[in-house]
């Protein structure tokens, strides 16, 4: 099936027909997947849902990940 990925096409063949966010963290080697957020179709996805969400043909999913900083 065929997704967008942080705004590039990519490519990705499930075993049993369907993948899951934590799947999907897996196979795209996602470092600190614990520290990454995860939106799909533009919807920010709560962490509990990454195991019951599932990724369709045409999906565009965003890993965003979160960098602390500050001012001098």
């Known amino acids: 099936m065929k997704i ?3 705004g590039k096409e990519d490519s990705i063949t499930p075993l ?3 993948i899951n966010i934590n799947e ?3 196979i795209k080697n996602v470092e600190m997947p614990d520290m990454v ?3 799909l179709n533009e919807v920010i996805l ?3 849902d990454f195991v ?3 990724i369709n043909h045409g999906d565009r999913v965003e890993f965003l990940y979160f ?3 500050g001012a001098a």
């Open 4 to 6: 967008i990925i942080n």
């Open 67 to 69: 960098m602390g900083g």
């Open 46 to 48: 709560n962490r509990a």
């Open 37 to 39: 957020s995860v939106e």
């Open 16 to 18: 049993d027909g369907k």
């Open 24 to 26: 999907l963290l897996a």
């Open 52 to 54: 019951n969400t599932f």
